[in-house]
C-alpha cells in the first residue's frame, strides 16, 4: 500500500495571488455583478467567464503561445478554490479549463492548440463533456456512439447523456467507438472535438430534480467530424480519457460544495454562537484541512508530470462523503441560528437538493472505491 | 513543483524500521511475568541503538526529520516502548512505566512543560498515522488468505470497499498529522500556527481510529479479538494515544470548539483555515 500524499504548502507567490483573487470577488459583489451559489457545475455565467479570462485566470497554466499566463498548477489550485469558495459562477469555463484544454495540450494536434486553446483562456468557448450514455454509465467502455471513416473526416452517430450545458457550450469532447474491441472493450475507442451546433446534432433538455435544466441528451446522426477534430491516435481513446481523471477528481470542487452553507450558518449564528454550532464549524475546518492538504499534494504531483490516479479517487471519494455530512449537520443546527438568514435557507436548499449529484459525477462512489480496492491489491 | 517542505530522514526510516521488529520480536517472545525486565532492556536498547538522541530541540526544530520515522517505526513494530513520551520529555522510566495490554481510558499522565505537550501530541499523530497504516496492511494481507464461502474474503465486494474507506482515512489521518509536523520542524512549536493544525490533525486522526479499527477487526472475524493476534496490540496503541491525544489537547470537544472559534472570530470558516494553512506569504 503505497499512497503518497506529501505536505505541499503553497509558495508565497500563490498567497498573494488568493489576496488579487479576493479582491476581484469583492468588486464583484459590491458591484452586484453575481450573487454567491453553491456548487461548480449549476451556475452558469458566460460574462463572468469571460471577465475572469481578462484577468489571466483561465488556462493561467497553458503556454503563452497558446493563450495561457505560464502560472503555476499551485496558482491555478488557489483561483479555483478561492472562486469556489466565493460561491462564484463558474461552470461555463470549468469543464475547458479542467479538463478539455489539458486534454488537448497533451494529445491535441498543433492546429487543434492554436485553434481552440486561445480561445478558450479569453472565455470566448466553453465545453462540454461527452462520455455517459444511456447504457454507459459507471461502465464506459460500453460506450455504442460510433464514428465511422468518411471522406475527409468521420460520420458520427450514437447518443450522449448528462451532458451538463450542452445547450449552452459550444463543443464537446465525445468518446465514440472507432473500431471493434476484438476482445478488450478498452480499445477501439477514439476522442473527438464535436461542434454542438453542426448539423445532425441535436441537444435535447433534462431538467434536473432541483428544477433546473443543466443536464441535455445530446443524439448525432451521421453527424460529419472533419478529420482534424480527432484528438490523439484513433483506438487510444481510452488511455486518453484516463489520463483526464487526477485532474477531474482531485480539485476542490470534490469537496467545497457545502462550504457556502457552513459560512452562511456561521454568518448567523448570533452573539452568543452555541457550543453545538462551534462543534459542527470545527469538525467542517478539520475535515477541510486534511481534503485541502491531500488536493494539495496531487496538484503538485500532477505538476511534476505524475498521475495519481488512485490517490485522485480517494480524495474524491472522501471529499464528497464530506461535503454530504455537512449538509446533514448544518441542517440539524438551524435550530441554533438567530435566525436563519435567507442566504443559509437557499444554500440548504440547493446544497440538499444537489447532494444526490455529488458521489454521481466524475465516478461514482462505488466505482472509486473499486479503484482504490484495486490500488490496494484487492482485485 | 514546490520541494515537499519535510521529509523523514530515509536512512533513519530504514535503521529504526529493522531495529525496532527485531525488538518487538524478542519482546513477545518473553514470558509475560518476565515482561517489566524485558521493557527496561528494550529501552536500554533504544538507547544504545541512539534512537532515543533524536530528542526535538527545545524549540521544536530540526530533529523531526529524524524522529517522526523512530516513532513510526516503533508504533508500526508495535514495540512496547513509548517513543513519543521519551522523545518529548526525556523521562526514560515514564516511556517503559505501563503494561502495553492494558488499557484504562485515562489518557495517561500529561507533561508539565508546555513545549513538551505540544512535542507529544506531535508524536502522538505520528504513532496514530503509523499504526493505522499498519492496522490496514495487516487486514490486507489477512483477506487475501483467508477463504469463506470457497473464496478469499478480498474477492467480497464489500470487503473491498470498507477496506477502501479504511485506506482513505489512513490517508487523511497522515496528511493532516504531516501538516502538523512540518510546521513545527520549520517553524518551531511556538509558531502561531500550530495549534489550528494539531487541534485539526486531532480530530481527524480520533475519527479515523473509530473508522479503521471498525473496519479492521470486523474484516478479520473473532481472530482480531485474541491477544495472541498483532490486530490487538495496533487496536490498543491507537486506544491509548488516541485518548491521550487529546487529553493534551483538553478533549476533543475542545479541539472542534477552538476551531469553531477560530472560523467565528475571522468571520469566515475558510478564511481561518487558508491562514493556518499559510506558511508565510501574504494573507489575503
Redesign the interface.
Not at chain 1, 500524499?5 to 498573494?16: D, G, I, M, S
Not at chain 1, 490500488?375 to 482485485?379: F, I, K
Given at each position: 500500500?503505497r499512497?503518497r500524499?506529501?505536505?505541499?504548502?503553497?509558495?508565497?507567490?500563490?498567497?498573494?495571488l488568493?489576496?488579487?483573487?479576493?479582491e476581484f470577488v469583492a468588486a464583484e459583489l459590491a458591484a452586484g455583478l453575481w450573487k454567491p451559489g453553491g456548487d461548480f457545475s449549476s451556475h452558469y455565467d458566460a460574462d463572468f467567464s469571460r471577465r475572469l479570462a481578462a484577468r489571466g485566470w483561465i488556462g493561467m497554466t497553458w503556454p503563452r503561445r497558446y493563450g495561457g499566463a505560464e502560472r503555476s498548477m499551485?496558482e491555478r489550485f488557489v483561483v479555483t478554490e478561492?472562486l469556489l469558495?466565493a460561491g462564484a459562477p463558474v461552470a461555463a469555463h470549468w469543464i475547458a479549463d479542467r479538463q478539455s484544454g489539458p486534454l488537448l495540450l497533451r494529445y491535441g494536434t498543433e492546429a487543434q492548440r492554436a485553434e481552440f486553446l486561445p480561445a478558450i483562456a479569453r472565455g470566448e468557448i466553453f465545453f462540454s463533456i461527452g462520455m455517459s450514455e444511456p447504457d454507459a454509465g459507471s461502465d464506459l467502455a460500453a460506450v455504442r456512439t460510433r464514428a465511422a471513416r468518411v471522406a475527409g473526416g468521420w460520420s458520427l452517430t450514437g447518443r450522449k447523456v448528462w451532458t451538463t450545458f450542452a445547450h449552452r457550450n459550444h463543443y464537446a469532447i465525445v468518446l465514440a467507438r472507432t473500431g471493434d474491441a476484438q476482445g478488450d472493450r478498452h480499445a477501439g475507442l477514439s476522442q473527438f472535438i464535436v461542434d454542438l451546433r453542426a448539423p445532425g446534432v441535436e441537444v435535447r433538455p433534462i431538467v434536473n430534480m432541483a428544477g433546473a435544466h443543466e443536464f441535455n441528451e445530446v443524439v448525432f446522426d451521421r453527424v460529419f467530424v472533419p478529420e482534424s477534430r480527432l484528438v490523439g491516435e484513433p483506438g487510444a481513446g481510452w488511455a486518453q480519457v484516463t489520463s483526464e481523471l487526477a485532474f477531474e477528481r482531485s480539485g476542490p470542487e470534490r469537496y467545497l460544495s457545502s462550504?457556502r452553507l457552513?459560512?452562511a450558518a456561521?454568518?448567523c449564528?448570533g452573539e452568543r454562537?452555541s457550543?453545538r454550532?462551534?462543534?459542527?464549524?470545527?469538525?467542517?475546518?478539520?475535515?477541510?484541512?486534511?481534503?485541502?492538504?491531500?488536493s494539495l499534494?496531487i496538484a503538485?504531483?500532477l505538476?511534476?508530470g505524475e498521475m495519481p490516479n488512485l490517490?485522485a479517487a480517494?480524495v474524491k471519494?472522501?471529499g464528497n462523503a464530506f461535503e454530504r455530512e455537512a449538509v446533514a449537520v448544518f441542517r440539524a443546527l438551524a435550530s441554533e441560528l438567530s435566525p436563519p438568514s435567507a442566504e443559509f435557507l437557499a444554500a440548504l436548499a440547493e446544497t440538499t437538493l444537489y447532494a444526490p449529484s455529488w458521489t454521481l459525477r466524475g465516478g461514482t462512489r462505488?466505482i472509486?472505491?473499486?479503484l482504490?480496492?484495486r490500488?490496494?491489491?484487492?482485485? | 513543483m514546490t520541494a515537499p517542505v519535510f521529509a523523514p530522514d530515509p536512512l533513519v526510516a530504514d535503521a529504526a524500521e529493522r531495529a525496532f521488529a527485531d525488538l518487538a520480536r524478542s519482546y513477545y517472545a518473553q514470558s509475560a511475568a518476565l515482561r517489566t525486565e524485558a521493557r527496561e532492556a528494550l529501552l536500554a536498547a533504544v538507547e544504545r541503538l541512539g534512537f532515543s538522541d533524536a530528542l526535538p530541540a527545545p524549540d521544536g526544530r530540526k530533529s523531526w526529520a529524524q524522529a517522526a520515522p523512530i516513532l513510526r517505526a516503533q508504533a508500526r513494530a508495535a514495540a512496547p516502548i513509548d517513543m513519543a513520551w521519551l522523545l518529548a520529555t526525556g523521562d526514560r522510566q515514564g516511556a517503559i512505566a505501563y503494561d502495553p495490554e492494558r488499557y484504562d481510558a485515562r489518557g495517561g499522565p500529561l507533561p508539565e512543560r508546555e513545549e513538551s505537550r505540544l512535542a507529544l501530541a506531535l508524536g502522538r499523530l505520528q504513532q496514530i498515522g503509523a499504526a493505522l497504516e499498519s492496522a490496514l496492511e495487516l487486514t490486507l494481507g489477512y483477506v487475501r488468505d483467508r477463504r469463506q464461502f470457497g473464496r478469499a474474503l478480498a474477492q467480497f465486494q464489500a470487503i473491498q470497499h470498507s477496506l477502501a474507506l479504511g485506506a482513505e482515512d489512513v490517508a487523511a489521518t497522515n496528511a493532516a498529522a504531516d501538516w502538523a509536523l512540518a510546521c513545527a520542524a520549520t517553524e518551531g512549536l511556538a509558531s502561531a500556527r500550530l495549534p489550528y493544525l494539531l487541534d485539526c490533525a486531532a480530530l481527524v486522526a480520533g475519527r479515523a481510529i473509530e473508522r479503521v479499527r471498525d473496519v479492521c477487526h470486523q474484516a478479520h472475524g473473532a481472530i482480531g479479538f485474541t491477544r495472541e493476534y498483532a490486530l490487538a496490540r495496533y487496536s490498543l496503541d491507537l486506544l491509548r494515544w488516541r485518548d491521550s491525544l487529546f487529553a493534551l489537547r483538553g478533549g476533543e470537544l475542545a479541539c472542534a470548539e477552538r476551531l469553531g472559534d477560530r472560523a467565528l472570530v475571522a468571520k469566515s470558516l475558510w478564511r481561518a483555515l487558508t491562514a493556518a494553512m499559510n506558511s508565510g506569504g501574504t494573507e489575503g
Open positions: 500500500m499512497l500524499f506529501p505536505v505541499c504548502p503553497l509558495p508565497p507567490e500563490a498567497e498573494r488568493r489576496a488579487e483573487v479576493r499551485l478561492e469558495a462550504l457552513a459560512e456561521l454568518a449564528a454562537p457550543a454550532l462551534r462543534e459542527a464549524l470545527g469538525r467542517m475546518a478539520a475535515g477541510l484541512l486534511a481534503l485541502r492538504a491531500m499534494a503538485a504531483q505538476a511534476a490517490e480517494l471519494d472522501l462505488e472509486l472505491r473499486g482504490i480496492a490500488g490496494l491489491g484487492l482485485r | -
